[in-house]
T-cell receptor, first 113, second 111 residues
Framework: KAGVTQTPRYLIKTRGQQVTLSCSPISGHRSVSWYQQTPGQGLQFLFEYFSETQRNKGNFPGRFSGRQFSNSRSEMNVSTLELGDSALYLC????????????FGPGTRLTVT | DQQVKQNSPSLSVQEGRISILNCDYTNSMFDYFLWYKKYPAEGPTFLISISSIKDKNEDGRFTVFLNKSAKHLSLHIVPSQPGDSAVYFCAASVGNNDMRFGAGTRLTVKP
Protein backbone atom coordinates (compact mmCIF):
# COMPACT_ATOMS: atom_id res chain seq x y z
CA LYS A 1 0.00 0.00 0.00
CA ALA A 2 1.23 3.51 -0.74
CA GLY A 3 1.78 5.63 2.33
CA VAL A 4 0.42 9.04 3.17
CA THR A 5 1.52 11.61 0.62
CA GLN A 6 1.73 15.34 1.08
CA THR A 7 2.22 18.04 -1.51
CA PRO A 8 4.11 20.19 -1.89
CA ARG A 9 7.06 19.07 0.23
CA TYR A 10 8.53 22.55 0.50
CA LEU A 11 6.92 25.96 0.21
CA ILE A 12 8.07 29.55 0.65
CA LYS A 13 5.48 32.27 1.11
CA THR A 14 5.50 35.88 2.27
CA ARG A 15 3.58 37.38 5.15
CA GLY A 16 -0.04 38.09 4.39
CA GLN A 17 -0.34 35.47 1.69
CA GLN A 18 -2.43 32.36 1.99
CA VAL A 19 -1.40 28.77 1.38
CA THR A 20 -3.10 25.44 0.69
CA LEU A 21 -1.47 22.14 1.56
CA SER A 22 -2.68 18.79 0.31
CA CYS A 23 -2.73 15.33 1.87
CA SER A 24 -3.66 11.99 0.34
CA PRO A 25 -4.28 9.32 2.98
CA ILE A 26 -3.52 5.65 2.75
CA SER A 27 -6.12 3.90 0.61
CA GLY A 28 -9.09 2.93 2.74
CA HIS A 29 -8.31 5.39 5.52
CA ARG A 30 -11.15 7.79 6.19
CA SER A 31 -9.60 9.84 8.97
CA VAL A 32 -7.10 12.58 8.20
CA SER A 33 -5.50 14.72 10.87
CA TRP A 34 -3.21 17.71 10.56
CA TYR A 35 -0.36 18.72 12.86
CA GLN A 36 2.07 21.59 13.09
CA GLN A 37 5.62 20.90 14.21
CA THR A 38 7.90 23.71 15.32
CA PRO A 39 11.18 23.53 17.24
CA GLY A 40 9.76 25.43 20.19
CA GLN A 41 6.28 23.91 20.47
CA GLY A 42 6.87 20.41 19.21
CA LEU A 43 3.93 18.69 17.57
CA GLN A 44 0.57 20.38 17.92
CA PHE A 45 -2.75 19.02 16.75
CA LEU A 46 -4.66 21.21 14.30
CA PHE A 47 -7.80 19.27 13.36
CA GLU A 48 -9.14 15.91 12.29
CA TYR A 49 -11.54 15.07 9.49
CA PHE A 50 -13.49 11.89 9.13
CA SER A 51 -15.86 11.22 6.25
CA GLU A 52 -15.71 14.86 5.16
CA THR A 53 -16.65 16.16 8.61
CA GLN A 54 -14.39 17.92 11.07
CA ARG A 55 -14.42 15.73 14.17
CA ASN A 56 -11.81 17.32 16.40
CA LYS A 57 -10.12 20.68 16.51
CA GLY A 58 -7.02 21.87 18.32
CA ASN A 59 -6.34 25.30 19.70
CA PHE A 60 -5.41 27.25 16.59
CA PRO A 61 -6.84 30.53 15.25
CA GLY A 62 -9.48 30.59 12.55
CA ARG A 63 -6.82 31.40 9.94
CA PHE A 64 -6.18 27.68 9.92
CA SER A 65 -8.90 25.72 8.16
CA GLY A 66 -9.29 22.46 6.39
CA ARG A 67 -11.60 20.27 4.45
CA GLN A 68 -11.88 16.70 3.32
CA PHE A 69 -13.18 15.42 0.03
CA SER A 70 -15.30 12.38 -0.72
CA ASN A 71 -12.17 10.42 -1.68
CA SER A 72 -10.75 11.20 1.80
CA ARG A 73 -8.08 13.51 0.43
CA SER A 74 -7.71 16.57 2.61
CA GLU A 75 -6.52 20.12 2.23
CA MET A 76 -5.38 22.56 4.84
CA ASN A 77 -5.50 26.29 4.28
CA VAL A 78 -3.73 29.02 6.19
CA SER A 79 -4.76 32.58 5.42
CA THR A 80 -2.95 35.83 6.20
CA LEU A 81 0.32 34.06 6.86
CA GLU A 82 2.49 35.17 9.77
CA LEU A 83 6.19 34.55 10.34
CA GLY A 84 5.28 32.25 13.21
CA ASP A 85 3.44 29.95 10.82
CA SER A 86 6.77 28.71 9.51
CA ALA A 87 6.74 25.04 10.45
CA LEU A 88 6.56 21.48 9.27
CA TYR A 89 2.93 20.56 8.64
CA LEU A 90 2.23 16.89 9.03
CA CYS A 91 -0.77 14.96 7.88
CA UNK A 92 -1.74 11.60 9.34
CA UNK A 93 -4.36 9.06 8.34
CA UNK A 94 -6.15 6.30 10.15
CA UNK A 95 -8.90 3.82 9.46
CA UNK A 96 -11.16 5.24 12.14
CA UNK A 97 -11.82 8.46 13.91
CA UNK A 98 -9.88 9.22 17.01
CA UNK A 99 -6.20 9.87 16.99
CA UNK A 100 -4.58 6.56 17.77
CA UNK A 101 -2.29 4.55 15.56
CA UNK A 102 -2.09 7.10 12.83
CA UNK A 103 0.23 6.88 9.86
CA PHE A 104 2.06 10.08 9.12
CA GLY A 105 3.14 11.59 5.84
CA PRO A 106 6.56 13.18 5.34
CA GLY A 107 5.22 16.68 5.89
CA THR A 108 5.25 20.00 4.08
CA ARG A 109 7.93 22.45 5.17
CA LEU A 110 6.41 25.95 5.04
CA THR A 111 8.67 28.96 5.33
CA VAL A 112 7.09 32.38 5.72
CA THR A 113 9.34 35.36 4.98
CA ASP B 1 0.26 25.28 27.93
CA GLN B 2 2.45 22.21 27.77
CA GLN B 3 0.30 19.42 29.14
CA VAL B 4 2.78 16.80 28.00
CA LYS B 5 6.43 17.30 28.81
CA GLN B 6 9.56 15.50 27.80
CA ASN B 7 12.18 17.13 29.95
CA SER B 8 15.19 15.51 28.36
CA PRO B 9 15.84 16.91 24.89
CA SER B 10 18.47 14.28 24.22
CA LEU B 11 19.69 10.91 25.43
CA SER B 12 22.75 8.90 24.43
CA VAL B 13 23.18 5.18 25.17
CA GLN B 14 25.51 2.40 24.15
CA GLU B 15 24.31 -0.29 21.76
CA GLY B 16 22.91 -3.26 23.63
CA ARG B 17 22.04 -1.26 26.75
CA ILE B 18 18.62 -0.07 27.86
CA SER B 19 17.21 3.25 26.67
CA ILE B 20 14.65 4.88 28.97
CA LEU B 21 12.69 7.82 27.64
CA ASN B 22 10.51 9.72 30.06
CA CYS B 23 7.35 11.73 29.72
CA ASP B 24 5.27 13.66 32.27
CA TYR B 25 1.77 15.00 31.90
CA THR B 26 -0.40 17.38 33.87
CA ASN B 27 -3.93 16.59 32.71
CA SER B 28 -5.37 13.80 34.84
CA MET B 29 -8.13 13.33 32.26
CA PHE B 30 -5.71 11.84 29.72
CA ASP B 31 -6.66 8.23 29.22
CA TYR B 32 -4.64 7.16 26.20
CA PHE B 33 -0.92 7.49 25.64
CA LEU B 34 1.27 6.81 22.66
CA TRP B 35 4.90 6.90 21.63
CA TYR B 36 6.04 7.89 18.16
CA LYS B 37 9.47 7.69 16.58
CA LYS B 38 10.60 10.22 14.01
CA TYR B 39 13.55 10.01 11.64
CA PRO B 40 14.79 13.16 9.87
CA ALA B 41 12.76 14.14 6.81
CA GLU B 42 10.06 11.58 7.65
CA GLY B 43 6.76 11.79 9.47
CA PRO B 44 6.43 10.24 12.94
CA THR B 45 5.88 6.48 13.09
CA PHE B 46 3.58 4.96 15.66
CA LEU B 47 5.49 2.75 18.09
CA ILE B 48 3.38 1.64 21.00
CA SER B 49 0.38 2.78 23.02
CA ILE B 50 -1.17 2.23 26.41
CA SER B 51 -4.56 3.02 27.84
CA SER B 52 -5.03 4.30 31.37
CA ILE B 53 -6.51 1.00 32.54
CA LYS B 54 -3.10 -0.62 32.17
CA ASP B 55 0.26 0.13 33.71
CA LYS B 56 2.44 -1.74 31.23
CA ASN B 57 2.37 -2.68 27.58
CA GLU B 58 5.07 -4.60 25.80
CA ASP B 59 5.83 -5.06 22.12
CA GLY B 60 9.09 -6.76 21.31
CA ARG B 61 11.98 -4.60 22.45
CA PHE B 62 9.64 -1.76 23.39
CA THR B 63 7.80 -1.50 26.70
CA VAL B 64 5.75 1.43 27.89
CA PHE B 65 5.09 1.94 31.60
CA LEU B 66 2.37 4.18 32.96
CA ASN B 67 2.33 5.54 36.50
CA LYS B 68 -0.98 7.35 36.84
CA SER B 69 -0.41 8.58 40.37
CA ALA B 70 2.81 10.26 39.28
CA LYS B 71 1.38 11.27 35.89
CA HIS B 72 4.42 9.75 34.31
CA LEU B 73 5.07 7.35 31.49
CA SER B 74 8.26 5.91 30.15
CA LEU B 75 9.41 4.00 27.12
CA HIS B 76 12.03 1.30 27.59
CA ILE B 77 13.99 -0.03 24.63
CA VAL B 78 15.95 -3.20 25.33
CA PRO B 79 18.40 -3.85 23.81
CA SER B 80 19.03 -0.56 22.10
CA GLN B 81 20.21 -0.67 18.51
CA PRO B 82 21.83 2.02 16.34
CA GLY B 83 18.71 2.02 14.14
CA ASP B 84 16.73 3.21 17.15
CA SER B 85 18.47 6.57 16.90
CA ALA B 86 15.65 9.03 16.24
CA VAL B 87 13.47 11.60 17.96
CA TYR B 88 10.83 10.05 20.20
CA PHE B 89 7.57 11.84 20.95
CA CYS B 90 5.13 10.88 23.64
CA ALA B 91 1.51 11.85 23.16
CA ALA B 92 -1.63 11.82 25.27
CA SER B 93 -5.30 12.27 24.60
CA VAL B 94 -8.66 12.30 26.33
CA GLY B 95 -10.91 9.77 24.64
CA ASN B 96 -8.86 9.93 21.46
CA ASN B 97 -9.55 13.64 21.04
CA ASP B 98 -7.14 16.52 20.65
CA MET B 99 -3.90 14.65 21.08
CA ARG B 100 -1.13 16.54 22.86
CA PHE B 101 2.49 15.82 22.12
CA GLY B 102 5.67 16.34 24.07
CA ALA B 103 8.55 18.27 22.53
CA GLY B 104 10.47 15.10 21.78
CA THR B 105 13.68 13.44 22.97
CA ARG B 106 16.50 12.77 20.57
CA LEU B 107 17.92 9.30 21.22
CA THR B 108 21.38 8.43 19.96
CA VAL B 109 22.49 4.82 20.20
CA LYS B 110 26.24 4.48 19.82
CA PRO B 111 27.71 1.31 18.29
Amino acid sequence: KAGVTQTPRYLIKTRGQQVTLSCSPISGHRSVSWYQQTPGQGLQFLFEYFSETQRNKGNFPGRFSGRQFSNSRSEMNVSTLELGDSALYLCASSTRTGLDEQYFGPGTRLTVT
Amino acid sequence: DQQVKQNSPSLSVQEGRISILNCDYTNSMFDYFLWYKKYPAEGPTFLISISSIKDKNEDGRFTVFLNKSAKHLSLHIVPSQPGDSAVYFCAASVGNNDMRFGAGTRLTVKP
